[in-house]
């Protein structure tokens, strides 16, 4: 089996390698002409780059500076095995949070074959690095560290993973989340130091002018983009729609806070991370790869059916497979049709359903989290030669109860109980 995984993930590796190459990915194309047009006054956003506009953060653009004067292939295979890179450090990440001793290699491989992942190597996307950074750092807040460098970083790319920040708030991680909004803010300085017209221009005006961008294209699986299909324009989407986006993003943060109070902080990432596709105006198919995470939260908990679905859909994303580039049925409602068209919105939609559900059924594990402390289970024995000791005298922190009786007082505060009788121990 081993072996098998090994020459499945080496074809892969060797597919992307060939892939950089040869073809020239669009998406990293407009980002190396960013870089190239920063520092040349508005031009980054007033002309269109490669026929297509530059949507992304001005900071985005400076990151790309260096590249930009790298032939466009070497530039390209770097870029793409950097994102090889990033995808294996997050699944590293993502198993570490889960806490389950499985193979990394079977993860990577099986996670390549998603098509929101796939899709992000065939368009030299960045996704990937921002669910790097973010896993790395929400990794550091489960284990109670300081963090919010990396989601910060990711905020200034990419404005979406500011919902991060609002997660790191919602669970009186406050430090961090300040520590993120700086780290974003000094990005975002040194964006203006570089391009300040570029920098006036985008934070003025063109950071939330969807129009730039094909709101309708089929690739769009957030709500705002249903809708814009089922109504048949923008122009039928009214300002009602804020409102909708701020419900959602309320729900889904407190769904994510619910869990992380739990001491379950890779669902609470993956809820977060879906509700930040929702909530985004615009949310291609390649931004979905949250469902690694996701996913894996599904496996942990034995949902092994609803995974195996998951995992299908977003391996064969069945939307495509409907009509779209302006295809008259691509637009309306059709009972057959739209529910395809709009599949990993009804799944992100289904994921938080169980999600919310599960948290209804499943009480609290006991250590869960209630403070900024990372939770201990109970059942690990105290460190250091003294408390190793006294665990061997008194049975460990499961028998802090000490000499009161099954159901006492001391058994009702097991903490209090098990410090007591360290002060009082004598070798």
Same mark, same amino acid.
């Given at each position: 089996m081993k072996r098998w995984l090994a020459f499945v993930l080496a074809i892969e590796v060797l597919g992307i390698v060939t892939f950089s190459l040869t073809y020239d990915s669009l998406d990293f194309r407009i980002y190396r002409l960013g870089g190239h047009a920063i520092t040349d006054g508005t031009s980054l956003y007033d002309e269109q780059l490669a026929e297509h506009w530059y949507t992304n953060t001005p900071f985005m653009a400076?990151?790309?500076?260096? #590249? %930009?004067a790298l032939p466009l292939t070497l530039a390209r295979l770097l870029w793409q095995l950097a994102s090889l890179a990033a995808f294996i450090w997050a699944c590293a990440t993502t198993l570490k949070l889960s806490g389950h001793d499985t193979s990394l290699k079977a993860v990577v491989a099986g996670g390549l074959l998603l098509a929101p992942v796939w899709h992000t190597f065939f368009q030299g996307q960045v996704n990937l690095f921002l669910l790097a950074f973010i896993l %790395?750092?929400?990794h550091r807040v489960?284990?109670?560290?300081?963090? *919010?460098? *990396?989601?910060?970083?990711?905020? @200034?790319?990419k404005l979406t993973p500011a919902i991060f920040i609002l997660l790191l708030l919602a669970t009186r991680r406050t430090k961090d989340a300040f520590t993120a909004a700086g780290t974003f803010a000094a990005c975002t300085l040194l964006a203006y130091a570089i391009a300040p017209d570029a920098s006036r221009l985008y934070w003025l005006h063109t950071f939330y002018d969807t129009s730039r961008v094909g709101v309708p294209y089929i690739s769009n699986q957030s709500p705002y983009g249903m809708l814009n299909r089922v109504l048949r324009g923008t122009a039928e989407v009214g300002d009602w729609y804020t409102a909708m986006t701020v419900t959602i993003g309320i729900l889904g /943060?407190? #769904?994510?806070?619910l869990w992380a109070r739990r001491g379950d902080w890779l669902a609470a990432i @993956?809820?977060?991370?879906?509700?930040? #596709? /929702?909530?985004?105006?615009?949310?291609?198919?390649?931004?979905?790869v949250w469902i690694v995470p996701a996913l894996t939260v599904l496996i942990r908990d034995n949902n092994r059916v609803i995974a195996a679905c998951a995992y299908v859909l977003f391996a064969l994303a069945p939307m495509w497979w409907t009509p779209h580039n302006g295809h008259p049925l691509q637009y309306g409602f059709h009972p057959l049709l739209t529910p395809v068209a709009n599949c990993y919105l009804l799944a992100a939609v289904f994921f938080l359903t169980h999600m919310s559900i599960r948290l209804r059924r499943e009480p609290p594990q006991r250590g869960s989290m209630t403070t900024n402390e990372p939770r201990m289970r109970l059942s690990q024995p105290p460190r250091g030669r003294f408390s190793t000791r /006294? @665990?061997?005298?008194? *049975?460990?922190?499961?028998?802090?109860?000490?000499?009161?009786?099954?159901?006492?007082? *001391?058994a009702a505060r097991p903490a209090v109980r098990f410090w007591r009788d360290a002060r009082e121990y004598r070798p």
């Amino acid at each position: 089996m081993k072996r098998w995984l090994a020459f499945v993930l080496a074809i892969e590796v060797l597919g992307i390698v060939t892939f950089s190459l040869t073809y020239d990915s669009l998406d990293f194309r407009i980002y190396r002409l960013g870089g190239h047009a920063i520092t040349d006054g508005t031009s980054l956003y007033d002309e269109q780059l490669a026929e297509h506009w530059y949507t992304n953060t001005p900071f985005m653009a400076a990151l790309f500076m260096p #590249l %930009a004067a790298l032939p466009l292939t070497l530039a390209r295979l770097l870029w793409q095995l950097a994102s090889l890179a990033a995808f294996i450090w997050a699944c590293a990440t993502t198993l570490k949070l889960s806490g389950h001793d499985t193979s990394l290699k079977a993860v990577v491989a099986g996670g390549l074959l998603l098509a929101p992942v796939w899709h992000t190597f065939f368009q030299g996307q960045v996704n990937l690095f921002l669910l790097a950074f973010i896993l %790395a750092d929400m990794h550091r807040v489960a284990e109670g560290r300081r963090a *919010g460098i *990396g989601i910060g970083i990711a905020t @200034a790319i990419k404005l979406t993973p500011a919902i991060f920040i609002l997660l790191l708030l919602a669970t009186r991680r406050t430090k961090d989340a300040f520590t993120a909004a700086g780290t974003f803010a000094a990005c975002t300085l040194l964006a203006y130091a570089i391009a300040p017209d570029a920098s006036r221009l985008y934070w003025l005006h063109t950071f939330y002018d969807t129009s730039r961008v094909g709101v309708p294209y089929i690739s769009n699986q957030s709500p705002y983009g249903m809708l814009n299909r089922v109504l048949r324009g923008t122009a039928e989407v009214g300002d009602w729609y804020t409102a909708m986006t701020v419900t959602i993003g309320i729900l889904g /943060l407190t #769904l994510a806070t619910l869990w992380a109070r739990r001491g379950d902080w890779l669902a609470a990432i @993956a809820i977060t991370g879906v509700t930040g #596709l /929702l909530v985004s105006p615009i949310s291609w198919a390649h931004h979905w790869v949250w469902i690694v995470p996701a996913l894996t939260v599904l496996i942990r908990d034995n949902n092994r059916v609803i995974a195996a679905c998951a995992y299908v859909l977003f391996a064969l994303a069945p939307m495509w497979w409907t009509p779209h580039n302006g295809h008259p049925l691509q637009y309306g409602f059709h009972p057959l049709l739209t529910p395809v068209a709009n599949c990993y919105l009804l799944a992100a939609v289904f994921f938080l359903t169980h999600m919310s559900i599960r948290l209804r059924r499943e009480p609290p594990q006991r250590g869960s989290m209630t403070t900024n402390e990372p939770r201990m289970r109970l059942s690990q024995p105290p460190r250091g030669r003294f408390s190793t000791r /006294l @665990a061997r005298r008194d *049975g460990g922190l499961e028998r802090t109860a000490g000499r009161d009786a099954p159901g006492g007082v *001391g058994a009702a505060r097991p903490a209090v109980r098990f410090w007591r009788d360290a002060r009082e121990y004598r070798p």
